[in-house]
């Protein structure tokens, strides 16, 4: 859990402390974004999440009575908000990027970059959200558990399910690459 001089700086910006709060923005800004990544797929909108997320915590900070909390009700906000972009946005912009990549040289991976997001895309939001903290964060078990309001069982479940999924996806593709 939270040492306590992590609480001091949650407690801190709860009460308007900027600069405890900037501190918590500079610790926390890479797990957020690869939350809203996980939903996203776009660097950009990621970005853009993150940062109208970060916004809205600062204005509705009070609400947050526990600082032990705060860590999981800053994912839940850049979650809801990565939502909010999702459903707002146009047609899918990952094919746009595909058909942009030069044909010949580039082809294969485009392909297999394409599966790979295909594959992520098909998880259940919550998956996804488990699979980019664990493989693209690299977090340990108990700071995702945090993060999302898991349990380890269910965590575990969770990334089990997930991968055997992606692997499934990406059979056909990653056998073609084979020589």
């Known amino acids: 859990m939270m040492d306590a001089n992590e609480r001091e700086v949650y407690r801190a910006a709860i009460h308007g402390d900027r600069?405890?709060?900037?501190m918590i923005i500079r610790t926390q800004?890479?797990?957020?974004?690869?939350?809203?990544?996980?939903?996203?797929?776009?660097?950009?909108?990621?970005?853009d999440a993150v940062q109208?997320?970060?916004?809205?915590?600062?204005?509705?900070r009070w609400r947050v009575r526990d600082p032990e909390?705060?860590?999981?009700?800053?994912?839940?906000?850049?979650r809801h908000r990565?939502?909010?972009?999702?459903?707002?946005?146009?047609p899918v912009p990952i094919i746009r990027e595909i058909r942009e990549t030069s044909e010949t040289e580039t082809r294969d991976?485009?392909?297999?970059?394409?599966?790979?997001?295909?594959?992520?895309?098909?998880?259940?939001?919550?998956?996804r959200?488990?699979?980019?903290?664990?493989y693209f964060e690299e977090m340990d078990y108990a700071?995702?558990?945090n993060r999302l309001g898991l349990t380890n069982g269910s965590l575990r479940g969770i990334l089990g399910r997930a991968l055997a999924s992606m692997r499934k996806q990406l059979k056909p593709a990653l056998a073609s690459e084979q020589p």
């Open 82 to 90: 990565a939502r909010d972009v999702f459903r707002k946005r146009r």
């Open 143 to 145: 700071t995702i558990e």
């Open 29 to 47: 800004s890479r797990p957020l974004f690869a939350i809203a990544y996980g939903i996203l797929q776009n660097r950009e909108e990621a970005e």
């Open 19 to 22: 600069e405890a709060f900037e």
């Open 109 to 127: 991976t485009a392909t297999l970059d394409h599966e790979l997001h295909s594959a992520l895309s098909a998880l259940p939001e919550l998956h």
């Open 52 to 60: 109208d997320a970060l916004i809205k915590a600062w204005k509705s």
């Open 129 to 134: 959200a488990a699979l980019s903290l664990r």
């Open 69 to 78: 909390k705060f860590p999981a009700w800053l994912c839940m906000i850049v």
